[in-house]
């Protein structure tokens, strides 16, 4: 019996229009609401100057404590959250557990060089891939470049993942 995608199967079994509508509406209000989230998560950026070029170049030069402030307090979160999450079993909004699996650490130059990368063009860009939308949003229009030449380089990593050594 080949498969069928749910939204087939539950339409020929009797359910109604209403019901298939209300999925609708259930994930237009979920993708809303990532919206709002994330327009706010853009205006948070803004506002405390971490997608600042001239924040970033200072960091990168050693002249303020500024975004090593904030990139040490995001880790210390994020640590007390796995830990947390892991302690206390927490599920998500669907009830099921949240599993959280070990990163192998694989010896070789791999992670090196790819930090590396990564840190120079941050450096050379003045901005890290994560707030390039709220960039754009702020009026610096040029990150489309950015945007567009980061969106390049996953495609092309896409491309030759299975030629290069992992």
Not at 41 to 56: D, P
Not at 92 to 111: A, F, L
Not at 121 to 149: F, K
Request: net charge positive; charged share 15%.
């Amino acid at each position: 019996m080949s498969q069928q995608p749910p939204s087939t199967l539950s339409r020929d079994a009797g359910t109604s229009t209403a019901t298939l509508g209300d999925q609708r509406d259930t994930r237009l209000t979920g993708l809303l609401t990532y919206l709002l989230i994330g327009t706010y998560f853009g205006i948070v950026l803004v506002q405390s100057e971490v997608v600042s070029w001239f924040r970033i170049q200072e960091m990168f030069r050693f002249q303020s404590f500024h975004m090593y402030g904030i990139i040490g307090s995001a880790i210390v979160v994020a640590a007390l959250s796995v830990a947390l999450i892991k302690r206390f079993d927490i599920r998500d909004i669907h009830g099921e557990p949240i599993s959280i699996k070990e990163k192998e650490w694989v010896r070789g130059y791999s992670q090196l060089i790819g930090g590396t990368i990564f840190g120079l063009g941050w450096a050379l860009l003045g901005a890290c891939p994560g707030p390039l939308y709220a960039l754009i949003g702020s009026g610096v229009t040029v990150m489309v470049v950015a945007l567009l030449s980061a969106i390049g380089g996953a495609w092309a990593y896409g491309h030759l993942r299975p030629k290069l050594p992992h």
